[in-house]
């Protein structure tokens, strides 16, 4: 079992729309969970981050956290085409992080 | 303020030979780690550096190696390359490494490198 999955994607939305991207983790000591965004050829970018189980939100991103299920996931209201990249998803144990594969959304104009 | 930093911006080399790899944190940052990415793939945990001393280690062989300075700024350092090696190499920074919760941290342009 992998130690962050991620939905497979792409995933293709249309403008306006929300864009729902999800996470799961197999270690139950995972402390703190992370959503990056990278863009084709670019390092990734912290764009949220959320240590407590519930919702936290930043702008256009909800991040939301359920450690009982272990899963982590990200709300991308009224996407734009500049929000088309891959997500991904870290989860971290002390120092490490550990990502997801990623998955890739695409904004339809 | 400046972000990290990370150079040469690309690199090309040879199977066998060897390549250092730097990276400077943000200021006030005292903690360093480095990621491997291949394509299609996340970044993969090589190392993590606080404070001058190794904090962590990833799966990769011996024939990686890493050091931080006192300035915080540190090097990735690859004996023996192999085809396999080429990758994009991340350096991330953070203001240090938590016992309880991990700091955010942030990742420079990263730096390509090929090997033929």
């Known amino acids: 079992q992998k130690e962050v999955e991620q939905n497979s994607g792409p995933l293709s939305v249309p403008e306006g729309a929300i864009a729902s991207l999800n996470c799961t983790y197999s270690?139950?000591?995972?402390?703190?969970f992370f959503w990056y965004r990278q863009y084709s050829g670019k390092s990734p970018e912290l764009i949220m981050f959320?240590?407590?189980?519930g919702d936290k939100e930043d702008g256009r991103f909800t991040a939301q956290l359920n450690k009982a299920s272990q899963y982590v996931s990200l709300l991308i209201r009224d996407s734009q085409p500049s929000d088309s990249a891959t997500y991904l998803c870290?989860?971290?144990?002390?120092?490490?992080?550990?990502f997801g594969a990623g998955t890739t959304v695409t904004v339809r104009a | 303020d400046a972000g990290v930093t990370q150079s040469p911006t690309h690199l090309i080399k040879t199977r066998g030979q060897h390549v250092t790899l730097r990276c400077s944190p943000i200021?006030?940052?005292?903690?360093v780690s480095w990621y491997q990415q291949v394509l299609g793939q996340g970044p993969q945990f090589i190392f993590q550096?606080?404070?001058?001393?190794?904090?962590g280690r990833g799966n990769f062989p011996d024939r990686f190696s890493a050091r931080q300075f006192p300035n915080y700024s540190s090097e990735l350092n690859v004996n023996a390359l192999l085809l396999g090696d080429s990758a994009l190499y991340l350096c991330?920074?953070?203001?240090?490494?938590?016992?309880?919760?991990?700091?955010?941290?942030?990742f420079g342009p990263g730096t390509r490198l090929t090997v033929t």
């Open positions: 870290a989860v971290a144990n002390d120092y490490k992080l550990s």
């Open positions: 270690d139950r000591g995972s402390q703190s």
């Open positions: 550096y606080y404070e001058k001393e190794e904090r």
């Open positions: 991330a920074s953070s203001l240090g490494t938590g016992a309880t919760v991990s700091y955010e941290q942030y």
């Open positions: 959320i240590y407590s189980n």
């Open positions: 200021s006030g940052h005292k903690s």
